[in-house]
């Protein structure tokens, strides 16, 4: 079964500053997808970013990339220049294939993200 | 714009109640989930359907119910409520294999406590 873990319970970042959440993964699958989320104390879980295991190029969206380095297993997540509006929890989830064609997502406990004026 | 729609954003019900958590999709997708979100636990798999009157168990189906009569609502149901069910629930929903990014879309969540 797939595996995630994000090391940092909690990061601080200055305002504009760049930061790099971690978050490492174990599976035996050699086709597999990499996702993050932003849940923002609101609660709703927003998409950000995805990544494929045969993906040539480190995907990026805006001031998201993703740091994805397949021989360790890790696909950190790294934003520029970070905003007030950055605080909030962030997730690495793995896509998990399930029967009848589905998937499902295997989350890790989460990052929690503040950004400091 | 992919919208998830849960029916309460906060549910107060008292042990051994029965509880109805709604899910509606407006993407004809095929897929729809439910999850629970705990502090230091991360978000589990309580149920999913991959199709109309489908359903398959998750990692913590127990206590637990769903339906699915149509392909844009699925309900979680708590057939006898307790305590220990107090958590943040999560609906997601996603069209099935065969799109690039299979991206699962979620609702605002329902926060419920259970007194």
């Known amino acids: 079964a797939q595996k995630i873990t994000q090391t940092q319970p909690g990061m601080f ?12 993964y174990d599976t035996s699958d050699p086709s597999y997808g990499l996702f993050w989320y932003k849940q ?10 995805y990544q494929g295991s045969y993906d040539q190029q480190n995907a990026t969206e805006g001031r998201y990339s993703l740091n994805f380095q397949k021989a360790r297993k890790s696909a950190n997540l ?17 896509r ?18 503040t950004v400091n004026p | ?28 997708h095929e897929n729809m989930f439910w999850y629970r979100q705990d502090p230091g636990l991360g978000l589990r798999l309580i149920y999913f359907s991959y199709d109309v009157k489908m ?20 309900s979680l149901i708590l057939e006898s409520a307790s305590t220990n069910q107090t958590s943040m629930y999560l609906c997601a929903s996603s069209p099935s294999t065969g799109f690039r990014a299979e991206t699962q879309y979620f609702g605002p969540g329902t926060r419920l406590l259970v007194l």
Do not use: H, N, W
């Not at chain 1, 923002?40 to 970013?49: Q, W």
């Not at chain 1, 220049?81 to 962030?90: E, F, I, K």
């Not at chain 2, 359903?55 to 392909?71: A, F, L, N, T």
């Open chain 1, 40 to 49: 923002p104390s609101s609660g709703e879980m927003i998409f950000l970013i």
């Open chain 1, 96 to 113: 998990e294939p399930l029967q009848g064609g589905s998937e499902k997502l295997v989350f890790g406990k989460g990052t929690k993200l």
């Open chain 2, 55 to 74: 359903k398959e168990k998750g990692d913590i189906p127990e206590g637990y119910s769903v339906s699915r009569e149509k392909k844009e609502r699925f």
């Open chain 1, 13 to 24: 970042v200055q305002e504009k500053e760049a930061v790099t959440l971690d978050c490492t």
């Open chain 1, 78 to 94: 790294v934003i520029s220049a970070s905003q007030l509006g950055d605080s909030a929890m962030y997730f690495c989830a793995m």
């Open chain 2, 1 to 28: 714009d992919v919208k998830v729609t849960q029916s309460s954003r906060y549910l107060v019900k008292r042990t051994g109640e029965k509880v109805f958590l709604e899910c509606v999709q407006d993407m004809d």
